[in-house]
């Protein structure tokens, strides 16, 4: 059985740093394309940023804070969030696509999201 599970999540100050993981288990995601989004309450599910081999892709709300990373060998993606602020309280998912025509970002970008695989959720909260 294919699972996502993020860990990572907790209570910050604004300001502050956390690094989430997203460990994949019941097949290798080496070849996929891998990233993250965000639910705060009352709001829409939005795109956080995904990576593919060497390349990255950021929403700009993120862009220049936040850096995703992977380790193909551990089958772990991880979300590294610098100088987070308020805004960025929410539920952080990890999802998980293969590649399809287009763009290796594409499924992530799509409305709604075309990823095959997603995780539960962690819980991020930055306090002011």
């Known amino acids: 059985q294919v699972q996502l599970a993020e860990s990572g999540g907790g209570l910050v100050q604004a300001g502050g740093s956390l690094r989430l993981s997203c460990a994949a288990s019941?097949?290798?995601?080496?070849?996929?394309?891998m990233g993250w989004f965000r639910q705060a309450p009352g709001k829409e599910r939005e795109f956080v940023g995904a990576?593919?081999?060497?390349?990255?892709y950021y929403a700009d709300s993120v862009k220049g804070r936040f850096t995703i990373s992977r380790d193909n060998a551990k089958n772990t993606v991880y979300l590294q969030m610098n100088s987070l602020k308020p805004e960025d309280t929410a539920v952080y998912y990890c999802?998980?696509?293969?590649?399809?025509?287009?763009?290796?970002?594409?499924?992530?970008?799509?409305?709604?999201?075309?990823?095959?695989?997603w995780g539960q959720g962690t819980q991020v909260t930055v306090s002011s």
């Open positions: 999802a998980a696509a293969g590649l399809m025509g287009g763009p290796w970002y594409t499924p992530f970008l799509s409305s709604p999201p075309s990823c095959n695989y």
């Open positions: 019941g097949r290798t995601f080496s070849s996929h394309t």
């Open positions: 990576i593919w081999s060497s390349y990255s």
